[in-house]
């Protein structure tokens, strides 16, 4: 199996500009989750999708943020615009619903930066 | 509130054994995962414990305790590979389907 698989791996920015993150969870999971990651704030949720169905979106800071998973095995996260606090870096995680939740395989990563 | 909280720094020689504590505080919750995670890489799954005891997976063991709100992680014969963030993460009460990670615990190997 090939791992969740995200992309772009580095990203760099001008604020105000819009990033697009992508992520194609393992075959056979049917949860997926967006993750941001600073020294500041620790590892944070941002967002999950059951059966490609968002579930809880709080952890999403603001409207500037979004996501979405039009199917099984694709999905995105924006910001529009970017600020430099955005910088960070965000993992997208897939898992089998249930008790899988415990089990969440991690993709490598995009490091963001907007200047 | 509801919070998972681990020291911030453990420090151990090569070949010791190391023992991560994770509190939390939470009326209730299903069980506790624990990842690993190196500098520039991602989490990584190690253990999960659905019921109080030990689990043991090769070098590592993690522990878990509903009544004492108390789990840790137990690492024997440290290697250098080892140094490294270690997670501890459950569904808090009201949580939905979603994992709480702890504050995270840097684990230094020193020979």
């Known amino acids: 199996d090939a791992g969740v698989i995200q992309s772009p791996r580095h990203e760099v920015t001008e604020m105000g500009q819009e990033v697009t993150l992508r992520c194609k969870p393992i075959s056979g999971h049917n949860s997926l989750f967006w993750y941001r990651q600073t020294m500041m704030r620790g590892l944070e949720l941002l967002i999950y999708f059951n059966n490609n169905v968002p579930i809880d979106d709080s952890g999403m800071p603001e409207d500037r943020f979004s996501a979405k998973m039009p199917n099984a095995s694709f999905s995105t996260l924006k910001i529009q615009p970017s600020e430099p606090r955005d910088s960070a870096v965000y993992f997208c995680?897939?898992?089998?619903?249930?008790?899988?939740?415990?089990?969440?395989?991690f993709g490598p990563g995009t490091r963001l930066t907007v200047t | 509130g509801q919070s998972l909280e681990q020291p911030s720094e453990v420090t151990a020689v090569e070949g010791a054994i190391v023992q991560i504590n994770c509190t939390y505080q939470?009326?209730?919750?299903?069980?506790l995962s624990w990842y690993q995670q190196h500098d520039g890489g991602a989490p990584t799954f190690l253990s999960y414990?659905?019921?109080?005891g030990l689990e043991e997976t090769g070098r590592f063991s993690s522990f878990l305790s509903r009544s004492d709100s108390y789990g840790y992680l137990l690492l024997q014969e440290l290697q250098m590979k080892d140094s490294a963030s270690y997670f501890c993460a459950a569904i808090l009460t009201g949580g939905g389907n979603k994992l709480t990670f702890g504050t995270g615990t840097q684990l230094k190997v020193e020979l």
């Open positions: 995680a897939s898992s089998r619903l249930g008790q899988g939740v415990y089990e969440q395989y």
């Open positions: 414990n659905a019921l109080d």
């Open positions: 939470t009326s209730g919750f299903y069980g």
